[in-house]
């Protein structure tokens, strides 16, 4: 069964930075895309950002470029999202997120979440 275990939420002020991981277990990591999506209080998922099966492609979200770092350590099945200069708009539930087999991040249309985690709140605040 497929598990996803995000780890590394919490409250932090405006500015601050924040490092989420997330545990992968009971596929083979090494060949899916992944990505990190969020809900903020009262909203929808937002896809937030991806990275390609080698680690070596990535697409952000105009929200968190240059914020935002996705990376992927294939040898320990773990995902992470390096969040810096955290705003109060990035406060949301972060789900790690393992995308369909077909997903092609060039192409948004093709990309499908086909699994997540329970994740982990993120609360940006003064």
């Known amino acids: 069964e497929v598990q996803l275990v995000e780890s590394g939420g919490g409250l932090v002020q405006p500015g601050g930075s924040l490092r989420l991981s997330c545990a992968a277990s009971?596929?083979?990591?090494?060949?899916?895309?992944l990505s990190w999506v969020r809900q903020a209080p009262g909203k929808g998922l937002e896809w937030v950002v991806a990275i390609n099966s080698g680690g070596l492609t990535t697409a952000y979200g105009d929200s968190v470029k240059g914020r935002f770092t996705i990376s992927r350590d294939n040898a320990k099945n773990t995902l992470f999202l390096q969040m810096n200069s955290l705003k109060p708009e990035d406060t949301a539930v972060y789900y790690c997120a393992k995308l369909g087999e077909y997903s092609r991040l060039s192409e948004p249309r093709t990309i499908v979440v086909t699994t997540w985690g329970q994740g982990t709140q993120v609360t940006v605040s003064s």
């Open positions: 009971g596929f083979t990591f090494s060949v899916y895309a």
